[in-house]
């Protein structure tokens, strides 16, 4: 018998726990944007694990990890592969490039020139890389795990709107607490729990839990919630852009996900609110004036969370 989806996250969860420790929220989040086929984005500062938890993740899931540190120098063939001339054959071959991966970590994306940053546009969006006009389709599952410094913006290109679209949620790990801290100084004092970790999960359960996400039940009423809160960040007085209707799909799809990680097999109004400001605050814009006294997507989204009504849904027809 296949695991539930619940089991299978328990599984990935538990095991990243053994690397990252106290951070459980956050690793939640991130097994939920796997199993919906979603993209995450690590907005913190260096040294909190956002390489660990990747590494983590991909080999909880013995799937191919593939690292990319993002410079200004770095070309979009040095991500997508370049064909190249075999003297031999006569031809041209294509050699991969890192995106060709399960789970790829894009460190500091926002250090490359944004002609290197749209090369993973299509990646994200289509799972596939066109390179001279073939289109090849990426491994399942594809995740893209990217993170940048919130604080040192000195040679860096700032992600356009296109590029945070893509990502399904925008995530901060954190300084850890003083306990959790001094329980990762002894978990390091012989040897990184890192090189220890094995796989728990079989791709194929992964594939199969991430199909069983759709059948997740959603009232009407969390339908009509999860609208109008998109729909409010589009009409709010200090937003100059607020989210697509790709930030309503990644709500919806996110609390399905969420919903079975956590045991159930439909949504609450509870689980939209929870996941509100990591779908949505990196969608919105403030205005110019607006960010002048302080305003950011996060407080925007916040401010709508409480003002919106929350409907009282049924469980399940």
Do not use: W
Not at 62 to 70: A, M, S, V
């Amino acid at each position: 018998m296949a695991p539930s989806v619940r089991e299978i996250a328990e599984r990935i969860i538990e095991n990243i726990e053994r690397v990252i420790v106290g951070k459980r929220p956050v690793i939640e989040l991130t097994t939920v944007a796997l199993l919906c086929n979603g993209h995450v984005l690590f907005e913190d500062v260096p040294g909190v694990g956002k390489t660990m938890l990747a590494r983590a993740l991909a080999a909880s899931l013995g799937c191919i990890f593939r690292r990319i540190q993002f410079t200004p120098d770095l070309l979009p063939n040095d991500v997508t592969g370049v064909s190249v001339f075999n003297q031999k054959t006569q031809d041209f071959e294509f050699r991969p490039g890192p995106a060709f991966a399960n789970v790829l970590l894009a460190d500091e994306i926002n250090r490359a020139t944004p002609r290197t940053q749209s090369s993973l546009l299509e990646c994200m969006g289509e799972r596939q890389i066109s390179v001279d006009g073939i289109s090849r389709p990426l491994p399942r599952p594809f995740l893209v795990l990217a993170t940048q410094n919130p604080i040192e913006f000195e040679g860096t290109f700032p992600l356009p709107e296109a590029q945070l679209d893509r990502f399904l949620l925008r995530l901060s790990i954190g300084y850890p607490e003083f306990e959790d801290e001094r329980q990762i100084l002894v978990n390091l004092r012989r040897r990184h729990p890192i090189e220890s970790l094995e796989q728990v999960v079989a791709v194929e359960d992964l594939l199969a839990a991430q199909e069983a996400i759709v059948d997740v039940h959603v009232d009407d009423s969390i339908y009509d919630y999860i609208l109008q809160l998109v729909r409010a960040t589009r009409s709010h007085p200090d937003v100059a852009l607020g989210a697509s209707p790709r930030g309503s799909l990644a709500l919806f799809k996110a609390a399905q996900a969420l919903a079975a990680v956590r045991g159930r097999d439909y949504v609450v109004p509870d689980d939209v609110k929870y996941l509100g400001v990591y779908a949505l605050a990196h969608r919105v814009i403030a205005r110019p004036e607006s960010q002048l006294r302080g305003r950011t997507g996060a407080e925007i989204v916040r401010e709508i969370l409480e003002s919106t009504p929350v409907p009282v849904a049924s469980a399940r027809r």
